[in-house]
Each structure stands twice: as C-alpha cells, then as structure tokens.
C-alpha cells in the first residue's frame, strides 16, 4: 500500500499539538492526523501519530479505526516525513540570476523591476520588485483568481528557499543600483 504523507511542523509550541496534516492511501483515501507529545514519566516525552476523534459527551470516540500493521506503516511514514521536512532546509540549492530589468523611477512608479532566476533547473519568469513603503521587496509571479484573489504561479513550501530566492534577488538589485 503506497502512504502519502502531507505534513505541517508549525514554527511556535502549540503545546502538545507537535504538528499536523493529512494521509493518503493509494491515492484513494485521505484522512487528518495530528503528531502529539505526552510525558512518559521522569519528564521523557514521546510522540506519537493520532487519528480522528470527537467528543461525545464526557468521552472521546475515535472515528478512524486503523489495524496494528497500517499504523505502524503509517506511523513510519510519519516518522520520515518529518526528518525530510526538518532537514529539507539544511541545504539549500543554487540560485542564479539570470536577467534583471530595472525600470526607471518615477513618481508613481512602485514597479521597480522584472527578474528572471534559476533554481533546481527550473527557470522562472516574472518575479516582480517593487518600492514599498519599508523598502524593496519582490513576489513570485501571480494570476488572478475570481474566488481566491492573486495566487503565486510557483512558490517553495519552505520559507528558506523563499527567503534565500528573494534575498538573492534584491541583493542582484542593490548591486545594478550601484553601477
């Protein structure tokens, strides 16, 4: 049976919630999960995978019921869905400027610039840079949506890759800035 893991680890404690998202099984089924923590005695705390429950009165009843071997899968699954997810950021990969156009200044010209860059051997067209009130800054390029407003085209889940694409962007503007 092939187990799809789509994880959150939330950046902040959230308590004994250590984070959250959904499995699939071949690709047919999908259901919520939580990773939680409780103290195992001596303050050793251990995590573990839990299934949709709800409240019936006084007591919890559990509404997905998963045999011993699917949970051990699943809680294995899991377990290497979040070591990718906390080292996914530890290497980040190369990011190359390809073409920058710098528009001329005006009045009311916000729109600074157009950069076109290359990261895992995909290049993207359109990432926008323009004068806000704090400074610079740029986005991805983007559609417009009737039921969800402006949507990036691409985007990184990781907000490192994010940051280290925009960081590279702006200091290639900076540096044009100067010649």
């Given at each position: 049976m092939k187990i799809?893991?789509?994880l959150y680890l939330p950046d902040q404690?959230?308590?004994t919630v250590w984070g959250y998202g959904t499995i699939t099984l071949d690709q047919l089924l999908t259901f919520q999960i939580r990773i939680l923590t409780c103290e195992k005695g001596a303050g050793i705390k251990e995590a573990f995978?839990?299934?949709p429950r709800r409240k019936q009165?006084?007591?919890w009843e559990d509404l997905v019921i998963v045999e011993d071997s699917l949970?051990?899968?699943i809680t294995e699954a899991v377990r290497e869905a979040i070591q990718m997810e906390i080292t996914k950021d530890l290497y980040l990969p190369k990011i190359e400027v390809l073409h920058l156009q710098v528009f001329?200044?005006?009045k009311k010209?916000?729109?600074v610039g157009e950069a076109t860059i290359r990261v895992l051997g995909v290049t993207v067209k359109g990432i926008l840079l323009k004068q806000g009130k704090y400074g610079v800054f740029c986005h991805m390029p983007q559609y417009y949506s009737e039921k969800k407003g402006y949507q990036d085209v691409i985007y990184s889940p990781s907000k490192r890759l994010r940051d280290a694409i925009f960081?590279?962007?702006l200091e290639t503007y900076q540096e044009r800035q100067k010649e």
């Open positions: 799809q893991v789509q404690n959230q308590g995978v839990s299934f009165g006084e007591r949970r051990n899968q001329p200044k005006g010209n916000f729109l960081q590279t962007v």
